[in-house]
C-alpha cells in the first residue's frame, strides 16, 4: 500500500526558513518522480517543486524559483522540501505527490503558517 508521510510543518515568522519530509512506503521510491504542492487557503492547489526519479532533474514554477529547492534521498525514500526567505503568503498546506505506473498519490499534508 502506498505511503506518503509529510512532516516539517508548523509555525515560522516572515523570512525564516523550513525543511519539510515526505516519507514514502509501499512502492518503489527510486522509480518514481515525486512533487511539491500546496493548497493555501480558498485556493487551488499548485505546484512547488518536482524531482525526477535519479534527483538528476528538478523542476520549479517560476514563481517558486529562487526560495525552494527540492532533494531526495533514494536510500532513506524521502523526499524533502527547503523553503527559505518564508512570506506570509507562502501559508498553506504542503503535499507530497507520488507519480507511479500512471497514476498520482497523495499524503495528507502539512500545514505551514508563516506569521509574526
Known amino acids: 500500500q502506498v505511503q506518503l508521510v509529510e512532516s516539517g510543518g508548523g509555525l515560522v515568522q516572515p523570512g525564516g526558513s523550513l525543511r519539510l519530509s515526505c516519507a514514502a512506503s509501499g512502492f518503489t521510491f527510486s522509480s518514481s518522480y515525486m512533487s511539491w504542492y500546496r493548497q493555501a487557503p480558498g485556493k487551488e492547489r499548485e505546484l512547488v517543486a518536482g524531482i525526477s526519479n535519479t534527483g538528476g532533474s528538478t523542476t520549479y514554477p517560476d514563481s517558486m524559483k529562487g526560495r525552494f529547492t527540492i532533494s531526495r534521498d533514494n536510500a532513506k525514500n524521502t523526499v524533502y522540501l527547503q523553503m527559505n526567505s518564508l512570506k506570509p503568503e507562502d501559508t498553506a498546506v504542503y503535499y507530497c505527490?507520488?507519480?507511479?505506473?500512471?497514476?498520482?498519490?497523495w499524503g495528507k499534508g502539512t500545514l505551514v503558517t508563516v506569521s509574526s
Open positions: 505527490k507520488a507519480l507511479r505506473l500512471g497514476m498520482d498519490y
